[in-house]
């Protein structure tokens, strides 16, 4: 069985560990829990938080313009992955929305989202970003090769779905989800692999300077 590796490593490799550039993670965080909070959820604070985290380990410059830039950058992103302005999803959210909310444009926070899911190979309903509303219909979680064959592992006998939960394959059992299974006892079992994902980056223009259309947002 092949497990999956549960995060992507940033590609930047720069060291930044200086003590203004942690006051700058700090206060991009303060920021995007106040939006989440306010707006969407704690699902979007948690995953908001995360990513911070993993531009930080990286060195992704957050240091380099303005806190509300990438602020409104990240959840720009997330909600690109979870699909935020559907109108369809709870909650929802425009881009528009979003860039009020930080005082800023919509060209500002567009720009900061796509240099940051290039960063961290962002893909819609990319499994590692997904919201726990989104994970249930997920087909990207839910979709594997078993024994030769690509089948929705949700439709698997229940022993196939322990042994695919076990390896950390997927979030939970979905027939019972707060349920872990037993320890495996390494008996024979069978053959997973994760669904083959041939992802194609497109390459996009720098960046363009922060607009100046920027506004006093919502929480200054």
Not at 4 to 23: D, L
Not at 115 to 128: A, G, K, S
Not at 141 to 162: C, S
Not at 179 to 199: M, N, V, W
Request: hydrophobic share 35%; glycine share 8%.
């Amino acid at each position: 069985m092949k497990k999956v590796n549960k995060k992507r490593k940033s590609k930047r490799r720069r060291k930044s560990t200086g003590e203004q550039f942690h006051r700058r993670c700090g206060a991009i965080v303060e920021l995007t829990d106040a939006f989440c909070s306010a707006y969407l959820n704690e699902d979007y604070v948690e995953l908001c938080r995360e990513v911070v985290d993993e531009l930080r380990v990286g060195g992704f410059p957050l240091d380099k313009g303005r806190a509300a830039s990438w602020a409104g950058g990240i959840v720009h992103a997330l909600g690109w992955v979870n699909f935020l302005d559907d109108p369809s999803m709870s909650p929802h959210m425009s881009s528009a929305e979003i860039a009020e909310g930080f005082g800023l444009s919509q060209g500002t926070i567009t720009a900061k989202s796509k240099l940051i899911r290039d960063e961290l190979d962002l893909i819609p309903l990319d499994p590692e970003w997904c919201t726990a509303a989104m994970l249930e219909h997920n087909p990207l979680i839910w979709m594997m090769e078993v024994n030769g064959f690509i089948t929705d592992i949700r439709l698997a006998p229940r022993e196939i779905q322990e042994e695919a939960y076990l390896q950390g394959l997927i979030p939970y059992i979905p027939d019972d989800m707060h349920e872990p299974p037993l320890k495996s006892d390494g008996g024979p079992g069978a053959t997973i692999l994760t669904f083959p994902s041939h992802r194609t980056k497109t390459a996009g223009p720098e960046s363009p300077d922060e607009s100046e259309e920027d506004t006093a947002g919502l929480f200054d």
